[in-house]
C-alpha cells in the first residue's frame, strides 16, 4: 500500500488511514489475492514475517511469490476455493509450516519456520459481482505456542502413562503391564496362529536374603536381576514384568515352547554367573532362580489364565524339587517335567 | 419435504459425484489411497439419526459443522460417533495420536477433512443443481448426539442424511452427513431436483 502503483482496482487505494494502520497492527496475517492470483495486498505481519517488501509483491503472482507453494495441498486448496467459493482451511497438523514464514524475535540465527494454520476466504458471488472479480483472503495465524504446548502436554501424558505401567523399584513393568500384556498377546497368538512363551522366575530365599542381608541389599538385588531380563529379552515386544515381591514374569511373544525353555536356562545361568553372594541358601552359594515355563500352542490354544496357571506351576515344581532349575508344561502329555 | 425415488436417486448421484471429487483430494492429503461412498440418502426424522447412532453404542459424536446460504439455506452437519473420528483423524495424520482424546490442533485436522468433503458435496450440489451458494467456515462439536443435532429438541423434524463410508487402508470408518433445510430450501430443492431430472436424456 506504501505507494502502490497498480490497477485502479487495489483495495489499497482508497484506504482510509484508520484502515491501514489497522491493517498493519492486527497481530495475524493477512494475504489479499485477486481472481488471478495476484498478490493484491499483504499485511505488516506477513511481510515482516516473509522478510518482503510491499512494493516487491504487489501484483505479482503468488506462485512466483511464494514458489515453495507450487504443487501444494495449500495450492489445491486456493483453486477449489476460488472456483467453488466456498471457505477452506489448512491445519497445522496436516501442513505444518506451508508458507516460508520466520519467528520474528532475537535468535534471528536459527531461523525457525512458524507453524502456521491458514484460512483461506474468497468473497462469495454477490461480492465478487460487486467487486468485478472474486477477491480471495488468506488468513495465517501463528500457532507455534500451540504446538509447542500441546507436545509438553503430550509428552507429559505419556509419561504418566508409562508410569501406570512400571514398577517403581526395578523399572521393568508392574503387574498391570503384565496381566494387559498377557491378554494382548494371547489374543494375538489365536489370531496370528504363532506361539506364545511365559516364564515365571523366582528368586530362590529371598526372604532369608532380605533378613541377612537388609532390605537395601534385598532392593538392589531385584535391579540387578531385573536388569539383566531385560538385557536377556531385548525383542521389542518381550516384556519383564515384576509380578509381585521377588517373582518375575516374561511373556514372550513368537516364541514356542522350545524357545521360552532356552530363554530361561539362558537367565538362570547368567544369574549364577553374577556370583551375587548368598550365604543363606540351601540351592548354593550365590543368589539363584527358579522357573517355571509354559507355552501356548496354537494346535491347542489356551486362556491367558490357564497359560499362568501352568508356569506357576511349573515354577512350584521346581522349588519343590530343590529350586536353581527350571520346569516346563508338557501339554501333549499334561504333565510337568524337568526342563 | 417429500422427496421420491427418482429424486433421492439424483441426489444420490450427485452425491457421489461429489465425495468422488473429496476422495481425490483427501488421498493427496493422506498420501494413500482414500475411497468414499455413499450407500443411500435418505429423508429421516433426526429422532432416527441419534437412534442410529445410540445403537451402534456411540451416544457421544464428533461433528464439523458448515453452513450455507444462497437461494438456499442449510446447515450440514457431517458427524461421527466419537471413536471413530478419532481414527480418522489417527489415518490421515499417521500413527502417533494418543487414542483418548482429540487435541485442539487436532480438532483442526478434522475440521480440515471435514471442510474438504463438505465443500466438496455442496460444490457438486451448487454445480449440478445451477444454485449459487456461499460458505462458511467449518466449526468442530463434541457431545451426545441428541445436543448436536438437535440442539433446540425438535427431534421429529425431518433431515436430509446421507451415510457416509470412508476407507483408508482396509480400514473403515462411517460417519453421516445431515442437511438441515428449511421449509423454503426444501421446496427450492425439490424444484431444483425436478429440473435436473426433466434435463437428463
Given amino acids: 500500500m506504501n505507494g502502490a502503483t497498480s490497477s485502479p482496482d487495489q483495495p489499497a487505494q482508497s484506504m482510509p488511514m484508520w484502515l491501514e494502520w489497522m491493517l498493519s497492527n492486527v497481530q495475524t496475517g493477512l494475504l489479499l489475492l485477486d481472481a488471478q492470483e495476484h498478490i493484491a495486498f499483504a499485511?505488516?505481519?506477513?511481510?515482516?514475517?516473509?522478510?518482503?517488501?510491499i512494493e516487491d509483491i504487489q501484483g505479482q503472482a503468488l506462485l512466483s511469490v511464494f514458489p515453495v507453494l507450487a504443487g501444494s495441498h495449500f495450492e489445491r486448496a486456493l483453486r477449489t476455493s476460488i472456483r467453488s467459493g466456498f471457505p477452506s482451511l489448512l491445519s497445522q497438523t496436516l501442513h505444518p509450516s506451508p508458507f516460508p514464514l520466520y519467528a520474528d524475535d532475537?535468535?534471528?540465527?536459527?531461523?525457525?519456520?512458524?507453524r502456521q494454520s491458514i484460512q483461506i476466504l474468497p468473497m462469495g458471488p454477490k461480492d465478487a459481482a460487486q467487486a468485478g472479480q472474486r477477491f480471495t483472503l488468506v488468513q495465517i495465524s501463528?500457532?507455534?505456542?500451540?504446538?509447542?504446548?500441546?507436545?509438553?502436554l503430550k509428552a507429559h501424558a505419556e509419561k504418566l502413562s508409562d508410569m501406570a505401567l512400571i514398577d517403581g523399584l526395578t523399572g521393568v513393568g508392574n503387574r498391570r503391564a503384565f496381566d494387559e500384556s498377557l491378554v494382548a498377546e494371547v489374543r494375538a497368538a489365536g489370531r496370528t496362529g504363532k506361539p506364545l512363551g511365559l516364564v515365571m522366575l523366582d528368586i530362590d530365599y529371598f526372604k532369608q536374603f532380605n533378613d541377612h542381608y537388609g532390605h537395601p541389599a534385598g532392593d538392589s538385588c531385584l535391579r540387578t536381576i531385573a536388569s539383566l531380563l531385560r538385557r536377556i529379552c531385548r525383542r521389542p515386544r518381550d516384556l519383564v514384568a515384576r509380578y509381585g515381591g521377588e517373582e518375575m514374569v516374561l511373556v514372550l511373544p513368537e516364541t514356542d515352547l522350545n524357545g521360552a525353555v532356552r530363554v530361561a536356562a539362558e537367565i538362570l545361568q547368567s544369574v549364577r554367573d553374577l556370583a551375587l553372594p548368598h550365604a543363606m541358601s540351601l540351592a548354593g552359594p550365590v543368589v539363584s532362580l527358579s522357573a517355571g515355563v509354559s507355552a501356548f500352542d496354537p494346535v491347542a490354544p489356551l486362556t491367558?489364565?490357564?497359560?499362568?496357571?501352568g508356569a506357576d506351576d511349573a515354577l512350584y515344581a521346581a522349588k519343590r524339587n530343590g529350586r536353581n532349575r527350571l520346569y516346563v508344561v508338557d501339554s501333549a502329555r499334561q504333565e510337568i517335567v524337568p526342563g | 419435504m417429500k422427496l421420491d425415488e427418482l429424486a433421492l436417486d439424483a441426489l444420490t448421484e450427485i452425491f457421489n459425484h461429489g465425495v468422488?471429487?473429496?476422495?481425490?483430494?483427501?488421498?493427496e492429503l493422506a498420501g494413500e489411497e482414500v475411497r468414499l461412498s455413499v450407500p443411500r440418502v435418505e429423508e429421516l426424522a433426526k429422532r432416527s439419526i441419534v437412534d442410529q447412532m445410540d445403537k451402534r453404542g456411540a451416544n457421544r459424536i464428533c461433528a464439523v459443522r458448515q453452513g450455507y446460504t444462497g437461494a438456499i439455506s442449510t446447515e450440514a452437519l457431517l458427524m461421527f460417533p466419537f471413536e471413530q473420528s478419532l481414527q480418522l483423524v489417527q489415518m490421515m495424520v499417521g500413527?502417533?495420536?494418543?487414542?483418548?482424546q482429540l487435541s485442539e490442533m487436532e480438532q483442526e485436522s478434522l475440521a480440515e477433512i471435514g471442510n474438504i468433503l463438505l465443500n466438496a458435496v455442496l460444490s457438486s450440489v451448487a454445480d449440478m443443481l445451477q444454485i449459487e451458494l456461499e460458505g462458511s467456515l467449518p466449526q468442530?462439536?463434541?457431545?451426545?448426539?441428541?445436543?448436536v443435532l438437535c440442539p433446540s429438541g425438535d427431534f421429529d423434524s425431518t433431515i436430509l442424511s446421507l451415510q457416509?463410508?470412508?476407507?483408508?487402508?482396509?480400514?473403515?470408518?462411517?460417519?453421516?452427513?445431515?442437511?438441515?433445510?428449511?421449509?423454503?430450501?426444501?421446496e427450492l430443492l425439490e424444484k431444483k431436483l425436478a429440473a435436473f431430472i426433466g434435463a437428463l436424456p
Avoid: H
Fill in chain 1, 43 to 53: 499485511n505488516k505481519w506477513v511481510l515482516k514475517r516473509a522478510a518482503m517488501r
Fill in chain 1, 106 to 114: 532475537v535468535q534471528r540465527d536459527c531461523k525457525k519456520a512458524l
Fill in chain 1, 142 to 152: 501463528d500457532v507455534t505456542p500451540n504446538v509447542l504446548r500441546e507436545g509438553l
Fill in chain 1, 304 to 309: 491367558g489364565a490357564q497359560l499362568l496357571q
Fill in chain 2, 20 to 27: 468422488g471429487q473429496a476422495a481425490n483430494s483427501l488421498s
Fill in chain 2, 95 to 100: 500413527d502417533d495420536v494418543p487414542l483418548e
Fill in chain 2, 140 to 147: 468442530v462439536e463434541l457431545g451426545l448426539s441428541s445436543t
Fill in chain 2, 164 to 186: 457416509i463410508n470412508f476407507e483408508i487402508a482396509s480400514r473403515q470408518i462411517q460417519g453421516y452427513l445431515v442437511f438441515l433445510l428449511d421449509l423454503a430450501s426444501s
